[in-house]
């Protein structure tokens, strides 16, 4: 099946399945449409065991989509333009260094925490998974692709939220940089598994982080610094250029940054950060103007719910795959690893709230919101089907696990969050 047929089908499941919600469930959308696309493959799996044909069928199809490939190179980059654009960026530059430190922090720990109790699982005889042949490098990245949020799901339900203005920019600033820290954080130990763990050393492992972090903020800041004396000079008149210079810049950020090694994800972010920002405007008018024009928001507006719509519904339909290699005891396993993932989210960012409450003002349980609010999604499903086939069989449960967090965080905390802003 081609690419047209493939996005076809996509663009035709988002409208009718958009539609349903709209009409009947009346969820947020990114909810409704993950129930839907659950309920499609659950339908598919049932139909699947009275005419196995069909099942294969739909495999192979889900299969064709290459998820990880359409995410990290043609989605991801789009909507985390997307998400940057509607940040406010002046309340975020004030609060950067909390942002920034909840970020890091919070990644970090979690990465560590949640990589070592699931090692110290599996060598539990109890679970029967101890010889399943996970090295503590391998849990180190479940940690690592489960820690960040995922900022287009945290950012499509916080706008749905009567937050503060400085709450909401905290939770959708540090979003969006975790979500770049834990993808360097993915591929620095992805090097190190690679290279084996005795031929890598410390120095490495730090200039690693360092390029991929700082090359992409660098990279970002300079395109964006240019993009944005592009669009001064443009003052808004051609607004239909303005798009196209957009959407070129975001599709230029990665492929400069892979060939640099600089992380893609940082770099889009920020250079939409820039973009976003006001300018000088001739005196004679009113005195500040935004960068890009109205239009320009409203169409990366609507490309970033459709997109969103496709994303959602794509990892609804990855359970035909994820569950094809499904045992008992991963069961077992992922109830104690999402209380785990909620625990270490939860102590990752409460430590640096605590630390910076001396020097700042936060809002009452801004700790438990932004724990309760750290939605994970198609960027740890995508990460997790990017795992080596070398792991094994570990990868299967990978795979299980970090798609029943991704479930569990975007169906129980998406649906309770209001009641817990409240």
Known sequence: MGVLELSTILLCLASVFSL????????????????????????????????????????????????????????????????????????????????????SFGVLFSTFTVGTGLFWMIQQPFFGLNTIGLTYIDCLLFGSLIAPTDPIAVLAMIKKMNLSSITETRIAGESLFNDGIGVVVFL??????????????????????ATEVLGGIALGAIIGFLGLKLLKYIENEHMELEVLITISLVLLIPILCHKFHFSPVLGVVVMGLFLNQNIDADKSKEGIQKAMCDYVYKFWHLLDETLNAILFILI??????????????????????????????????????????????????????ITWGGLRGGLSVALALNLPDEIGEGKALILFLTYVIVLFTILVQGLTLKKIVK
């Open 188 to 209: 620095t130990l992805l090097g190190i598994r690679e290279d084996g763990v005795e031929n890598v050393t410390a120095f490495q492992v730090t200039s690693l982080f």
């Open 316 to 369: 609804g339909l990855e359970i035909i795959i994820i569950f094809e290699s499904f045992q008992i005891p991963f069961l077992f396993i992922s109830l104690l690893v999402i209380l785990l993932v909620i625990l270490s989210r939860w102590i990752g960012v409460t430590i640096p709230i605590f630390i910076l409450s001396f020097f700042k003002k936060f809002e009452k349980k801004t700790a438990l919101i």
């Open 20 to 103: 349903i919600n709209i009409r009947l469930l009346k969820l947020p959308m990114t909810i409704g449409l993950m129930i839907l696309a659950l309920i499609l493959s659950l339908l598919v799996l049932i139909i699947g065991i009275i005419f196995p044909a069909v099942f294969e069928t739909v495999t192979s199809i889900t299969k064709e989509f290459d998820f990880s490939e359409l995410l990290f190179n043609v989605m991801l980059p789009f909507l985390l333009f997307a998400g940057a654009i509607s940040v406010n960026v002046h309340e975020l530059l004030k609060d950067k260094v909390t942002i920034l430190l909840l970020a």
